[in-house]
């Protein structure tokens, strides 16, 4: 998934946009999908989805799976929001409550108020994660990270940031690579075998990531660094007046619906 990320980021339709513009559309779309309420937000979902699959070019695949992964992590987290313990039915909860059972010495119930709220967290979530999407399948990392020290963010955040980013599916390539290996030998028949290959894959995942590290800091070290990591940017971007005025027409009608629905 890291490649394939990195893949789309480098070729996808809007590359030729400068990363500011796409950072700026994107975070003020991240804003506001903070800040509106449900109809609104589901509009902007629909629309970054739009941006992503249809002017970025990202195939609908790979973007409905990305989706589909954050869907379940929300649809799991659901219950917890809408599901409630009481010892005592007031007529409060018996009027919020759409589903009740007994257990122990209380009631578990399906709350109104709480299916609500977990509704709303799920399409805000789906929003903001629309738009953050756009920003990782539209900008490389390399790109993110010029257009932050050119705002002025702190050169130590940056590298922090590309630290992280390297070594997550550094982790993951790793842990991919000993999976194959241990499934290739059979490490996986009985639930003996499954525990016995885990403890091994958990011990040889640590002991390569810490190697391929030391390595990393080795090439680094030999190619002169000096305490900062310096990018280059060979690409030219042209600034896109289209793209930009639906952009800004499409956040004042979001505005718009907001304000309507609040009346």
């Not at 018996?94 to 967290?121: F, T």
């Amino acid at each position: 998934m890291h490649i394939q990320l990195d893949t789309l980021a480098y070729s996808n339709r809007l590359r030729h946009l400068p990363p500011s513009q796409k950072l700026y559309f994107a975070l003020v779309v991240l804003l506001l999908a903070l800040i509106t309420h449900y109809p609104v937000q589901i509009f902007i979902f629909v629309w970054m989805s739009v941006w992503s699959v249809v002017y970025a070019g990202i195939p609908r695949q790979v973007y409905s799976s990305m989706i589909a992964g954050v869907l379940v992590f929300l649809v799991t987290s659901m219950p917890a929001l809408a599901i409630e313990y009481t010892r005592f039915i007031s007529p409060d909860i018996r009027a919020d409550s759409l589903w009740q059972m007994s257990v122990w010495v209380g009631q578990i119930y399906l709350s109104r108020q709480g299916l609500i709220q977990a509704i709303e967290v799920l399409v805000r979530s789906l929003a903001s994660t629309s738009a953050l999407f756009f920003i990782v399948l539209t900008i490389p990392a390399i790109d993110l990270a010029m257009t932050f020290k050119r705002i002025g963010c702190p050169p130590i955040l940056i590298e922090l940031s590309l630290l992280v980013y390297r070594f997550i599916f550094l982790l993951a390539n790793t842990a991919q690579q000993i999976v194959t290996a241990q499934v290739s030998r059979g490490g996986y028949r009985t639930h003996r075998l499954r525990l016995n290959s885990l403890n091994l894959l958990v011990r040889q995942l640590i002991r390569r990531t810490a190697s391929r590290y030391q390595q990393s800091i080795l090439g680094v070290t030999a190619r002169g660094f000096q305490q900062e990591f310096r990018f280059w940017q060979p690409q030219s971007y042209q600034y896109s007046q289209r793209y930009a005025l639906e952009s800004i027409v499409g956040c004042l009608v979001l505005i718009i619906g907001e304000v309507l629905y609040r009346l």
